[in-house]
């Protein structure tokens, strides 16, 4: 799961559930049941967080190089 997380934060969570379970091999099924039980949430969760992460991170930065 760690590699399935990395591969997610990779793609900034711009990547389908298809393709996460094509890359590592794994039933599609498998994936999201996997997923809620060790992470406690869905794939899709996971994604949605990666991608406000990364919005927050890039507000975080073009206000730092604002800054006089």
């Not at 996460?20 to 994604?47: M, P, W």
Request: glycine share 4%; net charge positive.
């Amino acid at each position: 799961l760690p590699e399935i997380v990395d591969f997610i934060m990779a793609h900034d969570g711009d990547v389908q559930v298809k393709t996460i379970a094509d890359q590592f091999f794994i039933n599609r099924r498998t994936l999201l049941r996997q997923f809620q039980k060790y992470l406690g949430c869905s794939v899709e969760q996971f994604k949605a967080v990666v991608r406000f992460r990364k919005a927050v991170n890039g507000l975080r930065i073009r206000y730092e190089y604002s800054e006089p």
